[in-house]
Every structure is written in structure tokens, then in C-alpha cells.
């Protein structure tokens, strides 16, 4: 018998994690690999719950693009960026830097705009 493989524990934190899907996988491929899951000793997994504040933080009210606006609308409204990042990647992701945010593009138009964290 097989000693209890990293896919296997991986495959068992997805089941405690409720990734049915994943683990089910997992489960297809370690039974061709001639693990028998079932007799092979387990271990719990715990998890801990992170409470993140996001719910109450009060929305901002800096102007900054939104989705669909061109690389030209966003020069016109808001003015040349403090910097702006070379396009990378299939499809070319670009970012300009603005004081109070900063904008993503996908080719020539905005995909999202994020309000800087000290604002």
C-alpha cells in the first residue's frame, strides 16, 4: 500500500473545505494511481475564520474612470497619469497611476479603476 501522498491530503482539505468538485478529481486520480483512500490513515483539518471589515468601510467619493471608457476619454477627463505601465501579456494589461487611483486597461479601454488605499 501507498503511503498517504500530498494529492491525497490535498484531495482531503478540499472535501473539508467543500470543494466537492476538486476533491472528487482528486479521488479519480488517486484510485488510478492505486491508492486506496479509504484505509490510509487521516488527518482532521481545521480551519480559522478571518473577519474582514470591508461591509462598513463608507464608499469613497473620489471621480476616477469607469469600465468601457477609452485610454483617450480618461487622458481628457482626468489628465496625464503620474506613470503609466507598458501593456503586457494576451490581451495587453496596462496601468496608469494617478494620485488618488489607479486604472487598468485591457487594450484601449478601462476593465476596473481602484481608489488608493490612503485616500
Known amino acids: 500500500m501507498k503511503k498517504l501522498t500530498i494529492k491525497a491530503i490535498l484531495c482531503t482539505a478540499a ?8 476533491a472528487e478529481i482528486s479521488l479519480d486520480e488517486l484510485m488510478s494511481e492505486g ?3 479509504e484505509s490510509e490513515n487521516s488527518r482532521t483539518v481545521s480551519t480559522n ?3 474582514i471589515p470591508l461591509k462598513d468601510k463608507p464608499k469613497s467619493t ?5 469600465r468601457q471608457n477609452s485610454q483617450s476619454m480618461v487622458l481628457n477627463k482626468f489628465g496625464q497619469p503620474l506613470k503609466k505601465y507598458p501593456a503586457k501579456g494576451k490581451p495587453p494589461i496596462s496601468r496608469w497611476d494617478y494620485a488618488k487611483f489607479t486604472v487598468y486597461f485591457e487594450s484601449e479601454y478601462v476593465i476596473h479603476s481602484v481608489v488608493k488605499s490612503n485616500q
Open 15 to 22: 472535501l473539508a473545505a467543500g470543494s466537492y468538485a476538486m
Open 35 to 37: 491508492v486506496d483512500y
Open 49 to 51: 475564520t478571518i473577519n
Open 62 to 66: 473620489v471621480k476616477r474612470p469607469v
